[in-house]
């Protein structure tokens, strides 16, 4: 068993026990964090991942991705073209640039499912009308994207402030 030192062995950590989890159990779920989801996903959304091969994975569909000791769910925008290059293009709805590509052993699972305060939610393989709209803002103007997660915090704090007690 490796002795992991400092945050980002911790991180690693967490990364490698999300792995094995999935192969294990078949399904996952954490906490999202960074704001390159938006709007489809929030800091602070509980995401649930569920293993699936890597041939099930459609262009839409969110992934989650392990990559060096880091857990990050971004959407498949482009599949593996042939059997011989196997590699799949992703990218976060609020990020410009896609992210480099993605290789079939870094491929951990689906986010199939998310909980935002308390409400399940589905997972859309594609964004309409606002969301896109808040999207593309997103994409071109870190600025906005940072207003964005600023108005959206203060309106789920007032939300879940004003929540019945469950017990």
């Not at 950590?13 to 792995?19: R, V």
């Not at 294990?24 to 709007?39: I, K």
């Not at 689906?110 to 935002?116: A, C, F, G, K």
Request: charged fraction near 20%; glycine fraction near 8%.
């Amino acid at each position: 068993m490796p002795q992991y030192h400092g945050l980002a062995d911790a991180v690693t950590a967490k990364c490698e026990l999300a792995s094995e989890v999935l192969r294990s159990f078949g399904s996952f779920r954490f906490t999202a964090t960074g704001w390159s989801m938006l709007p489809a996903l929030w800091t602070g959304d509980t995401l649930i991942v569920e293993r699936v091969h890597p041939d099930q994975f459609q262009v839409g569909d969110i992934a989650l991705v392990g990559r060096e000791g880091r857990l990050c769910a971004h959407r498949v925008v482009c599949l593996p073209e042939n059997t011989g290059n196997r590699f799949w293009i992703t990218q976060g709805d609020a990020i410009p640039a896609p992210d480099r590509p993605v290789l079939e052993a870094e491929l951990l699972g689906r986010v199939t499912q998310l909980i935002r305060s308390g409400e399940s939610i589905s997972v859309s393989a594609n964004l309409k009308g606002i969301k896109a709209l808040f999207a593309k803002v997103a994409r071109r103007s870190v600025f906005a994207a940072r207003v964005f997660v600023y108005v959206a915090s203060k309106v789920r704090a007032q939300r879940e402030a004003i929540l019945p007690c469950q017990g």
